[in-house]
């Protein structure tokens, strides 16, 4: 009898804990080929120069696919690594390891589906089913009290549905052993300057808060859940490992409540608030597919400006703006790849109220230097700044000058 070989497409999902594809393929295959593909693609400049992963997300990526790689190796197995469009390296990978299916956690915005359909396309040339998880949300789509057309578009309302009518699904546990064949292809992780960095690029990447890897992402948890916990970046001190997938949403919710975070319920609140607005961005992009990307949203009616007022956006990106809390805000995102969200309401709320330009622009820049930049959120945020967003009441927010003096009291 033929042994079942299963193919595991790491994408955005680079933990072993709470990892339902690993799971199903340990469960459901003789053999499992865990593979990562450094798609050019995304490291690549887009309409309005910005790179589409910038360095200090770049470096952090990885160390994340360096430290699963390690963590597989200790189970006798390993992650093969490639640069390359995992359409052309997926199917000769099948044919190389006499594939049977190949296993992936689908993604909702339209550059990743897309990919995920040129992959399904590629490997059904050849008879191999492309079997799709969902698992990048704190609720599964399929314990939703409602189907994704009927999603209620106010956030306040999906919330307390949610939370009255659903549960989060249990965290799965980390595999203890997973069995691939003896001899897979021997891979390296490829460098910076392999992912198309120069290095001039390199040398001033700057300072380096955050490393990346599961067993890091849990330590930020664990920091974050502390009662004694002083710093104020809350959500954002964790979310790059949760963009990235190296900490589950899931998981995170369930450390929560068994934690004593509970002792500060104003913490507690915020945190649980930003895991349902991530869950809710990417409902939000399923049931209007690209609307986040759409200069006036949902909105004909809507104008905002197309164009880009070069000298305003320069001095907003650049930090040169002359107004302190602009630019030093805007500094430390260039600096750390990590801004809390009073930091980023205040610099969207500047670009949208001062530029005069397009906001895709801004949205482009955090998507270059953020290291917690996920389509949906990123995106679906700044959507919401613009006043376009699928939330009506988020559409509304103070100014930029009262955002600021809002932001010099928490601080003082």
Same mark, same amino acid.
């Given at each position: ?30 053999? @499992? ?12 400049k887009?309409?309005?120069q ?6 200090k997300?770049? %470096? ?44 992936h ?19 059904w ?21 409602? /189907? ?26 980390? /595999?203890?052993? @997973? ?21 001039e ?21 664990? %920091?974050?859940?502390? /009662? ?13 490992? @949760?963009?990235?997938?190296?900490l ?24 649980t608030?930003m ?6 961005f990417?409902f939000?992009?399923?049931k209007?597919?690209?609307v ?40 430390t995102?260039i ?26 622009f ?36 103070s ?12 601080k003082?």
């Open positions: 009898m033929s042994k079942k070989v299963v193919l595991v497409w790491f994408r955005n999902d680079l933990r072993l804990h709470d990892n339902e594809v690993l799971s199903e393929a340990i469960n459901k295959s003789d053999l @499992i080929i865990p593979v990562y593909c450094f798609d050019p693609r995304y490291f690549t887009d309409q309005f910005h790179y589409r992963t910038g360095i997300r770049g %470096k952090f990526l990885l160390e994340s696919v360096s430290y699963i790689k390690e963590q597989l190796q200790a189970m006798n197995s390993d992650l093969m690594v490639f640069v390359g469009k995992p359409e052309d390296l997926l199917p000769q990978l099948c044919s190389k390891y006499e594939v049977d299916e190949v296993y956690h689908r993604e909702v915005a339209s550059r990743e589906t897309q990919i995920s359909e040129s992959v399904e396309s590629a490997l040339k050849n008879k191999i089913n492309l079997r799709h998880f969902i698992g990048h949300t704190l609720y599964h789509k399929e314990d939703l009290p409602f /189907p994704i057309k009927d999603i209620p578009d106010k956030f306040n309302i999906f919330r307390k549905k949610v939370e009255k009518e659903s549960t989060v699904r249990p965290s799965i546990s980390a /595999p203890i052993s @997973i069995p691939s064949p003896q001899h897979l292809e021997e891979t390296h992780l490829p460098s910076l300057e392999d992912l198309g960095y120069s290095s690029d390199i040398e001033k990447w700057g300072s380096k808060e955050f490393e990346g890897g599961e067993r890091f992402g849990i330590k930020k948890l664990k %920091k974050l859940l502390d /009662p004694n916990y002083t710093g104020n970046e809350n959500f954002t001190l964790i979310s790059p490992y @949760i963009a990235i997938g190296s589950s949403p899931i998981y995170v919710y369930h450390e929560m409540n068994t934690s004593n975070l509970s002792q500060n319920k104003k913490r507690f609140e915020r945190l608030s895991l349902l607005w991530r869950d809710y990417r939000m992009l399923k209007y597919p690209n986040f990307f759409k200069l006036n949203g949902l909105d004909s009616e809507h104008l905002n400006p197309e164009h880009i007022e070069d000298g305003a956006v320069i001095n907003w990106e650049k930090g040169t703006t002359g107004d302190q809390e602009i630019d030093d805000n805007i500094r995102l600096e750390t790849g990590n801004i809390t969200y009073a930091e980023r309401r205040l610099l969207s709320k500047y670009f949208t109220q001062e530029t005069g330009s397009n906001w895709l801004g949205a482009s820049f955090f998507e270059e230097h953020l290291l917690d930049f996920a389509p949906a959120t990123t995106y679906g945020f700044w959507s919401h700044m613009a006043g376009v967003g699928t939330s009506q009441k988020e559409n509304s927010c100014d930029w000058q009262e955002l600021a003096k809002r932001l010099l009291v928490s003082s």
